[in-house]
């Protein structure tokens, strides 16, 4: 077994004790109501996800079968970040004032759209398809959360029960991931390239099903004309140095794993060549790429279920310094390192099991900080620089230092603002044990009731 196999196999063993020891020593909650409010948000939000996952293996195959040049496909793959940023952050932001459960239906019929446009081996509509597909990720990523932390809230369940529902969220992402990509070889061997783009539009259905019958309603500020959340959102990241740099650390680092999606396959493939060069003159098979997206996956699922463990001793915004700063040292492996594929594919390994931990402690970090009226669109504010920097990136070619340079540089950006941001943590309101009575340092003493202004606890 090469390396990469042995990788695969011993990164699923320790994820498997990982979510033994996890399921040990957490908590579990016992409010049926609760259980069932986790699994039908999961059940729906999993099946969105595995639409998406269930098409990305065979988008650059697909176009190629359609004789669509590499410039052409490279337009296609832009126009859909462009569309995102764009397009899409007004789309999403709708589901404050709209409804969230409402924008989630609109993702899936705008999603399965862009799924049909793919059974047409024409230029013009399949960058319709991407466009569409575009605002359909902003709605992914912004619309199922700003929901869940809604509805958690209105339910009155436990504050800190919304983490476990974050990190299990992206546990389970993990696993629809892997399984996505073996459902979509398997349709696409048999019945071709087109066939798990048609299997996406049957998870979309399903996902539509579920939300009517299982989801209520919920808004930010429905009656605010639409201009109003945006000015609110706007607003809300100028005034409030929590939510800038929360913002600030999303999108950098998120821009960074973006541009490592793109560009770890030519990184690991040139630091194989270049090395057996050197004692052989002869290169290397292609790396196994399944293996490795496999341990890419096994590796976030680890991160999810550490975060559970994490939030056991710290806050997210505490260990997260520490989180971003290793994400940072990963991504510079490629630049010191360049021919070493061992180190360099442990490198990205911890980067991903990094992104594993990044996203329910972001998802928790934001339902304390970003406001209710106009949650969507504040995220949705925080996609755009990450989208323009993805773009700016496929537009250029950058030699693979460079780019890799610029991961260094955004990650060690967003170390610098998770560490300005714990600080300001330390600075917010404190209870004092001892009474009801709201501590502020350095600005004296106020009575108030024992938690935030929307009735959670103050985390100190």
Same mark, same amino acid.
């Given at each position: 077994m090469d390396m990469f196999g042995f990788a695969l196999g011993f990164l699923i063993l320790a994820c498997a004790v990982i979510h033994w020891y996890t399921r040990q020593v957490q908590q579990q909650v016992k409010d049926s109501n609760y259980r069932s409010f986790q699994q039908s948000y999961l059940i729906v939000y999993l099946l969105a996800a595995a639409g998406d996952w269930l098409q990305g293996p065979h988008v650059y195959a697909l176009y190629e079968s359609y004789g669509i040049q590499k410039h052409e496909i490279e337009v296609l793959f832009i126009a859909g970040f462009g569309s995102s940023m764009i397009f899409g952050t007004i789309v999403a932001s709708l589901a404050d004032k709209y409804g969230r459960r409402n924008t989630c239906m609109v993702y899936g019929i705008l999603y399965g759209m862009s799924c049909v446009t793919k059974h047409f081996p024409n230029f013009y509509i399949l960058l319709v398809g991407r466009l569409l597909a575009g605002m359909a990720t902003s709605i992914l990523f912004s619309a199922f959360e700003s929901w869940l932390v809604n509805e958690h809230r209105r339910r009155n369940f436990e504050p800190e029960t919304l983490g476990i529902i974050f990190a299990n969220a992206y546990f389970g992402n993990s696993v629809v991931a892997i399984l996505s990509g073996i459902v979509a070889q398997l349709v696409a061997n048999n019945f071709g390239y087109v066939a798990p783009f048609d299997s996406a539009i049957i998870s979309f259905v399903a996902m539509c099903i579920l939300l009517i019958t299982t989801w209520s309603e919920n808004y930010g500020d429905a009656n605010a004309p639409i201009s109003q959340s945006f000015i609110f959102a706007w607003t809300a990241i100028k005034s409030d140095k929590k939510i800038f740099l929360l913002g600030v650390v999303q999108a950098l680092f998120e821009a960074s794993m973006y541009v490592f =999606?793109?560009?770890?396959?030519? $990184?690991?493939?040139?630091?194989?060549?270049?090395?057996?060069? =050197?004692?052989?003159?002869?290169?290397?098979?292609?790396?196994?790429?399944? %293996?490795?997206? $496999?341990? %890419?996956?096994? $590796?976030?699922?680890?991160?999810?279920?550490?975060?559970?463990?994490?939030?056991? %001793? $710290?806050?997210?915004?505490s260990f997260m310094r520490s989180i971003v700063f290793v994400s940072t040292l990963c991504m510079s492996v490629p630049i010191f390192m360049p021919n070493d594929q061992a180190i360099m594919f442990v490198a990205f390994l911890v980067f991903e099991f990094c992104i594993g931990v990044f996203w329910p402690a972001m998802a928790t970090m934001r339902s304390k900080y970003v406001p209710e009226e106009a949650r969507a669109t504040v995220m949705n504010y925080f996609r755009i620089p990450l989208n323009l920097i993805v773009v700016i990136i496929l537009l250029k070619d950058f030699h693979l230092k460079v780019i890799f340079s610029s991961c260094v540089l955004f990650l060690a950006l967003a170390a610098i603002s998770m560490v300005l941001l714990h600080k300001l943590t330390l600075h917010i309101k404190q209870v004092s044990p001892l009474s009801n009575v709201l501590i502020i340092p350095q600005h004296g003493i106020k009575s108030a009731p024992a938690g935030d202004a929307d009735g959670r606890p103050t985390e100190i």
């Open positions: =999606v793109l560009e770890w396959t030519p $990184a690991l493939t040139q630091a194989s060549n270049n090395a057996n060069i =050197v004692k052989t003159d002869n290169k290397r098979p292609p790396i196994p790429h399944g %293996y490795i997206f $496999a341990s %890419y996956m096994v $590796a976030m699922m680890m991160g999810s279920n550490s975060f559970k463990l994490l939030c056991n %001793y $710290a806050t997210p915004e």
